[in-house]
């Protein structure tokens, strides 16, 4: 619906303004035809990058890449002279859209925390309480950010719950197949009687109850009956379980199980997954590291190392990144992991992959987004230079064909405050009132 239908001009422009200037993701509501011509188009695919071709879209898909393409008639042109096109980045795992700000209780979603002796909750939805609206979503894409990786985090059980993958278009629902969350090692030890051995002994419990293998009226049961559908849900392999988790001995540990109750998995954190990197690759077990880890921050890092990717890569591991401190806040922050990553040894194909393909491939979306190909959704992204260099940035985004307003609540506040002091006979404050 157009929302400005039998608006006139310029309340229409007064209306974008107001939602600009509030953070609001105000997108075009049509997608225009679009010609992106002379980039160097960086598919993320089996294609490679392709200097100098052109990339066509119609009704929000590509569907043409190439050289010297006619734009049709009607058609919006982009001359890129040769700049960078990439697919929209992936911003790793994270609580846009369900955080707004980190230390106001009231406006964080992300975890649940009922009453003491809860149950497991994996039927716990965070992506019930998403926001479109959100002034994160725009400081996101800004940043060149187009879809994120929804996560929960733990609140009274290390089984934090379901989150899903969000484009940052404006739209409100999930895409793709929903992510169990559960968090393994010294970090959740106080959510299982203060030992990482409790862990397996409650999530083999909870295996048990969600496959029938246990009583349902047990009053030892750990799941209500709406937590054993949904696991055993994801146990039949309709969605992949997350497991943050970071020590090696841990990560073996997890492959064990996995492969005894055939479950699709994937890790995130990783500080030690070098360590057994053919493990890994052999059981196809995607990895999102936190590409600035080097040094030991507990003792389930004590092998953290800057080559981390570069290594899980050369063993044919399928690599991507996340931060793991206020990545909600700092998506932008995802290209200097990736950045990071190249300068200790992973290829720069492999690291843009892992900021695009990579992620989309591992959550179940990449018939959609993760790479510039003919059918995929024209989620682009035309950079000033290299993507993985921080001191380059996002010229244009286009979401579904639809150019994205390169503004945001930070950019707003960014062009007040740079403003010249007005003199004071016209309002402004005298020298020793200024900050």
Known sequence: MNLFNG??????????????????????????????????????????????????????????????????????????????LTP????????????????????????????????????????????????????????????????????????????????????SDPIGSRVLFIRLGAKAAELSGNSRAAQWMLLQQMVDEARGRMPADSPHALLTAAGRRTLAAFLDGRGRIMFEVNRAADISQLLRWAAREKVSIAIAGGAEAWRVAPQLAAAKVPVFVDGLADLPSNFDQIGATLENAARLDAAGVAVSFSQFSDASHNARKIRQHAGNAV?????????????????????????LIGSIAVGRQADLVLWSGDPLDVINSARQMWLGGRAIPMRSRQTELRDRYLQSPRPRDQGGLPPAYRP
């Open 7 to 84: 608006v006139s001009r310029r309340p229409r422009r007064l209306l974008l303004a107001a939602g600009l200037m509030l953070g609001l993701p105000v997108l075009p509501l049509q997608a225009q035809d679009l010609l992106i011509r002379n980039a160097n188009v960086h598919t993320a695919s089996t294609q490679g990058s392709l200097p100098h071709h052109d990339v066509l879209v119609r009704d929000g898909r590509i569907t043409a890449i190439g050289s010297g393409l006619a734009a049709p008639a009607g058609a919006s042109v982009v001359e890129a002279e040769g700049l960078p």
């Open 88 to 171: 929209a980045l992936f911003g790793g795992i994270t609580e846009i859209g369900i955080e707004e700000v980190s230390g106001e209780s009231e406006t964080n979603d992300s975890a649940v925390s009922l009453a003491n002796q809860q149950p497991m909750r994996p039927e716990f939805d965070v992506t019930l309480a998403y926001n479109p609206d959100s002034v994160l979503v725009p400081v996101a894409r800004v940043g060149g950010i187009g879809f994120t990786l929804l996560g929960a985090t733990t609140g009274g059980s290390f089984v934090a719950g379901q989150g899903g993958v969000m484009r940052l278009d404006g739209g």
């Open 343 to 367: 300068a200790h040894g992973l290829p720069w194909e492999k690291g843009l992959a892992a900021l695009t393909r990579v992620p989309a491939q591992a959550l179940g979306v990449e018939d």
